[in-house]
């Protein structure tokens, strides 16, 4: 669907329905471990900032008129029911007076003392507050749309949700952790929900999760698990732009604004104080008004719940400013799949998703989209000449046609704010925040963008089959090469979604797709390329220095770090299950993915060594094909004498240094090596499916029932009895 889009129009308000499931696998915490979220929290948190509040506010001034009405009603109607708390009959108060009597524990009203309380004392009156201010809060925007002051569509209840509680089944597709006394959610309901028995429906509704501890000193711990737990907000909500979060600690309560680089927390609010509580209602006003690009959502990927269409699905907007930038063009996309969430706290949160042009064709995409927040000095996304540049140098050349993603459209993504477009960035998204005075480097600046390809098949991490895999990374890495010496471009961010795999009627091929970081190789056959969005995956030489020129061999590596995880992961769903839970590769595969690089890069020149890397393979890499190549390759680039666990990380460095000056010769070799596992697989698949015609023929119903005692000689089944016999 095309259109053109006005900077008068304005963009719909969410409408919170069911999450699009997305890719299970849990990437982004693998490095979540008490040191490394310590050095996470460490480097990115930014305390004290008054400013933090200041996002959620309304932009409409008579909305924002309408929001401090309410705060003041609301604050004043509590404080005169904490003041005669102690004269209520619980049995007979009304709504309104119970939750008082639950709040005043926390306030310190009628001699209570609120570093008394426990966990879960602290979660119902938090709770509480939320329902207290939710009443008057429907009562008084009803008021308002009736005299046709303000839209439904433009206000909403901020309730807790926990009702979690009680389904534990559900915490996986929710991506929260709510069986613990100690957690809760604010989450965001329409105007018409009960606040009294208001229950908690399959649509996915968190506005933030919320920690709560007992005291003050609790305060770094509940923000390490507040941390883990907004890292599965990311990977269940497509289209969160930032996240909202909240730590409860005694009577203090902070409020938290995860941006992609930077973790932003507001001052502590005193909730034993009028002042404090004042300012907490003040908040969850604004968050119950703005609009919702202020409560961390993309207006410009919308959710959908249609069952005509067989559920929910994600309308994506692609924006390309016409050369007057007077109005912007709009193409609409439709995705009822999320092929790659974004499964990290910190960083440029890339997601995928298969997608096609009309709402009839969702279940057959034509296009995948990859929506990432790329750092502002990377002009790659919206430059498309070296990519077509790309294209035509191979087009022709049968072997690798289809090999490397084709590019449909790429640019910034847009929104409409005070009816003006303007370029989605970390800027426009925290105009209070993004200052000099908080310290943010250039580098934490970013763009919101969008790249459309057209579609190559599955990303290798939710293949079935460990020979599907191999095939996959020897097409893309024939493409690879092709694209550096007929182009001279170097790819530059290998990854598990950056290996595309599909079935075709000639059988299994690979794509090489996420080309957002390539750029141009130097005459020194390097290329700068800057901010990798994996650390995971890194070579150790770009982990050390990430202004280090790129060469193919780092990309290569990066390629054994990718059939290190796939593999470990595994290809059924109970090898991924034990993958989750950290009974299988999990634990050794984390140690890479420290948020610090050089702790990363130590842990891989250890662990690179040939004793630990064997252990590792056997323990982990159950399936042959890929433990195999794993092995191959590692001979190939980490082939030397240092490779034993005790020499020191120095040589090993200055050894990969040495690797260049035999660059091609290596990855001649590579390219050989994978080629040759390639006609392995194919092999392997081939028989695979010769064997599943053979079955399927001698498993067909009638025949074998009047032939049961029949089995012909050449089958399987009688090579198996006779060699029993």
Request: charged share 25%; glycine share 6%.
């Amino acid at each position: 669907m095309n259109s053109q889009a006005s900077p008068a129009t304005s963009m719909q308000p969410l409408q919170p329905a069911n999450v699009i499931p997305g890719e299970k696998l849990d990437f982004g915490t693998l490095g979540v471990r008490d040191e490394s979220l310590t050095a996470l929290i460490t480097d990115s948190l930014r305390p004290n900032c008054e400013a933090v509040n200041k996002i959620a506010a309304p932009r409409s001034t008579v909305v924002c008129t309408m929001a401090g009405e309410l705060v003041n009603e609301v604050t004043a109607d509590l404080e005169a029911r904490l003041l005669r708390v102690d004269r209520i009959n619980r049995k007979s108060a009304e709504s309104l007076d119970a939750w008082a009597m639950d709040i005043v524990g926390w306030t310190g009203h009628c001699d209570s003392d609120p570093g008394q309380l426990r966990d879960y004392d602290i979660v119902e009156c938090f709770e509480s507050f939320l329902l207290f201010v939710a009443h008057h809060a429907k009562a008084y925007f009803g008021k308002q749309i009736a005299a046709g002051l303000l839209e439904s569509e433009g206000c909403r209840l901020i309730l807790p949700i926990t009702c979690m509680k009680e389904e534990p089944e559900s915490f996986d597709f929710y991506g929260t952790d709510c069986n613990y006394p100690n957690t809760s959610e604010c989450g965001m309901f329409p105007l018409d929900s009960s606040v009294e028995n208001h229950t908690t429906p399959a649509p996915l509704r968190v506005v933030a999760v919320v920690e709560v501890g007992e005291s003050h000193e609790e305060l770094f711990h509940e923000m390490q698990r507040l941390a883990v737990r907004t890292t599965r907000v990311y990977a269940n909500q497509h289209n969160r732009r930032f996240a909202w979060g909240l730590t409860v600690t005694g009577s203090y309560i902070h409020a938290y604004v995860f941006g992609p680089d930077v973790l932003w927390t507001s001052n502590e609010i005193n909730m034993a104080s009028a002042s404090g509580r004042h300012e907490f209602i003040s908040l969850l006003v604004d968050w119950s008004l703005c609009s919702v690009d202020g409560l961390g959502f993309d207006p410009s990927m919308r959710y959908v719940l249609d069952d005509n269409v067989g559920g929910p699905y994600l309308e994506i907007d692609i924006h390309e400013m016409d050369e007057n930038a007077s109005h912007v063009n709009k193409h609409t996309y439709y995705s009822k799949r999320c092929v790659g969430a974004a499964t990290d706290l910190i960083g440029c949160h890339p997601r995928y998703f298969a997608a096609s042009t009309g709402l009839e064709s969702m279940d057959r995409p034509s296009v995948l989209i990859k929506d990432v927040w790329m750092p502002s000095e990377s002009d790659s996304a919206d430059n498309r000449s070296s990519i077509l540049d790309l294209h035509a140098a191979l087009e022709g050349t049968g072997e690798l046609e289809g090999k490397i993603s084709q590019i449909v459209s790429a640019g910034s993504v847009y929104l409409c704010q005070g009816g003006t477009f303007v370029k989605d960035t970390t800027a426009s998204a925290f105009p209070d925040l993004a200052t000099a005075s908080l310290h943010i480097s250039g580098s934490q600046f970013r763009q919101h963008k969008r790249t459309v390809t057209r579609w190559g098949g599955n990303v290798i991490s939710v293949a079935s089959d460990p020979n599907q895999v191999v095939v996959a990374i020897a097409d893309a890495m024939a493409a690879h090469n092709a694209a550096y010496v007929k182009c001279k471009i170097l790819h530059g961010n290998i990854s598990n979604r950056a290996i595309l795999f599909q079935e075709t009627a000639n059988g299994v091929t690979g794509v090489l797709a996420d080309f957002d970081y390539a750029a141009p190789v130097s005459d020194a056959g390097t290329a700068k390329i800057k901010s990798p969005e994996h650390v995971l995956f890194q070579s150790i030489r770009r982990l050390e220095n990430a202004e280090t020129p790129c060469t193919r061999l780092d990309d290569w590596e990066s390629l054994l770090y990718v059939i290190c995880v796939v593999g470990a992961i595994g290809f059924s769903q109970m090898e991924r299950d034990e993958f989750a839970a950290g009974r299988s590769g999990r634990r050794y595969i984390k140690s890479w993915n420290s948020h610090r690089a050089l702790k990363a890069s130590r842990e891989r020149c250890r662990e690179m060594s040939k004793p630990l890397f064997y252990n590792f393979l056997h323990d982990n890499i159950r399936h042959m094909p890929l433990h195999r190549l794993a092995m191959d390759i590692l001979e190939s680039l980490f082939h030397h004498e240092w490779c034993s666990e005790e020499q020191s990380r120095e040589y090993a460095l200055n050894d990969i240094t040495l690797r260049d000056t035999i660059e091609d010769e290596i990855v001649a070799k590579l390219l050989s090596i994978v080629e040759r596992h390639k006609q392995e697989a194919l092999a392997a698949l081939g028989d695979k499916e010769s064997t599943t015609a053979v079955v399927a023929e001698e498993s067909d119903g009638p025949l074998r029932k009047r032939n049961r005692d029949e089995t012909p000689a050449t089958s399987p089944m009688a090579t198996r009895s006779k060699a029993r016999l």
